[in-house]
């Protein structure tokens, strides 16, 4: 039985995620083309607070008006869609944006960070179950070949490593712009249950690490000098495995797949509880950096 096609609206034309979702679901001669949830509409957006949204939001829109996708004026103008991608670059916007969505009532798929505070986090969740909105966050790298597949079934891991690219521009809350990439990484083979965290930074490099509250290890090596392939680190019970995203099949792409599940089902592929943990731990780390490298205790939040 063939499937009803599915019409998605997008918020925030500031980010290369936006060309390579409207490729996925829009584009049959894309390689990693997912048929029947095309991007119908699009709202620009953008945010005056952050350079690298200010300096993108013209490029991105008009690549995704060549797509064939209708740009709109506002987010009211999204009505009657099946299903939305908060895709605003910056963060500290979505809180703002997610109100006026959540009331089309339809699922809604926010995208890196899910916010840049955990209390503005925790105000999504809570504002989503008041509706009984379906929502899902997630960094794409939580779903790269080479991410997701890193853990032979069975083994159980002791600790996680998680290294890649940490920029920290001047204009955007340090850790909650590359941060989230490496923190869902660690979250992918730790899940919940963090206690404590802290931070060592340095010019070019910085090391967050996180103390489960079972004794297991979460750490995040992120770095300033070049190197901007992302992997991991596992410790098991049976070996020491590392293991490299493999850059032939496009993250995005991989989430992509994930993404039309949700709008189907409206079940999303991450606890929502882990997807607020994350947040805490990347509040913590903030926290903990502006203190001089302190633990901090979650609970604390």
């Known amino acids: 039985m063939e499937m009803k096609e599915l019409k998605l609206g997008m918020v925030g034309l500031d980010t290369s995620h936006v060309v390579a979702f409207t490729g996925c679901f829009n584009q049959p001669s894309d390689p990693f083309y997912v048929a029947g949830?095309?991007?119908a509409a699009a709202f620009p957006g953008g945010s005056a607070g952050f350079s690298l949204s200010r300096e993108r939001v013209e490029m991105?829109?008009?690549?995704?008006?060549?797509?064939?996708?209708?740009?709109?004026?506002?987010?009211?103008?999204?009505?009657?869609?099946?299903?939305?991608?908060?895709?605003?670059v910056d963060g500290a916007q979505h809180l703002e944006q997610f109100r006026q969505l959540v009331e089309f009532g339809k699922p809604v798929y926010?995208?890196?960070?899910l916010a840049c505070s955990y209390d503005d986090a925790r105000a999504i969740f809570q504002l989503a179950?008041?509706?009984?909105?379906?929502?899902?966050?997630?960094?794409?790298?939580?779903?790269?070949?080479?991410?997701?597949?890193?853990?032979?079934?069975?083994?159980?891991?002791?600790?996680?490593?998680?290294?890649?690219?940490?920029?920290?521009?001047?204009?955007?809350?340090?850790?909650?712009w590359y941060g989230i990439h490496t923190a869902e990484m660690v979250y992918t083979f730790l899940g919940?249950?963090?206690?404590?965290?802290?931070?060592?930074?340095?010019?070019?490099?910085?090391?967050?690490?996180g103390v489960w509250g079972d004794g297991r290890i979460g750490s995040i090596a992120g770095n300033r000098v070049g190197a901007q392939n992302f992997g991991v680190r596992l410790t098991t019970d049976k070996a020491h495995r590392v293991s490299l995203q493999n850059p032939e099949i496009p993250y995005l792409a991989s989430l992509a797949c994930a993404l039309q599940t949700f709008f189907r089902s409206g079940r999303?592929?991450?606890?929502?509880?882990?997807?607020?943990?994350?947040?805490?731990?990347?509040?913590?780390?903030?926290?903990?950096?502006?203190?001089?490298?302190?633990?901090?205790d979650l609970a604390e939040l």
Do not use: N
């Not at 926010?110 to 960070?113: L, M, V």
């Open 192 to 209: 919940r249950g963090c206690r404590t965290v802290r931070t060592l930074h340095t010019e070019k490099l910085d090391l967050i690490t």
């Open 37 to 39: 949830t095309p991007v």
């Open 110 to 113: 926010i995208d890196k960070p």
């Open 129 to 176: 179950a008041e509706k009984q909105i379906p929502i899902m966050t997630s960094s794409s790298l939580r779903f790269a070949a080479g991410i997701c597949d890193a853990l032979p079934e069975g083994e159980h891991v002791f600790s996680v490593e998680a290294f890649g690219p940490m920029a920290l521009p001047e204009d955007y809350r340090d850790y909650f």
């Open 268 to 296: 999303s592929a991450i606890d929502p509880a882990e997807s607020l943990e994350i947040i805490a731990f990347l509040e913590a780390a903030s926290r903990s950096l502006a203190a001089g490298g302190t633990a901090v």
């Open 60 to 88: 991105f829109t008009e690549k995704v008006r060549r797509s064939g996708v209708r740009i709109v004026d506002s987010i009211a103008d999204l009505a009657g869609l099946d299903g939305f991608l908060l895709t605003s």
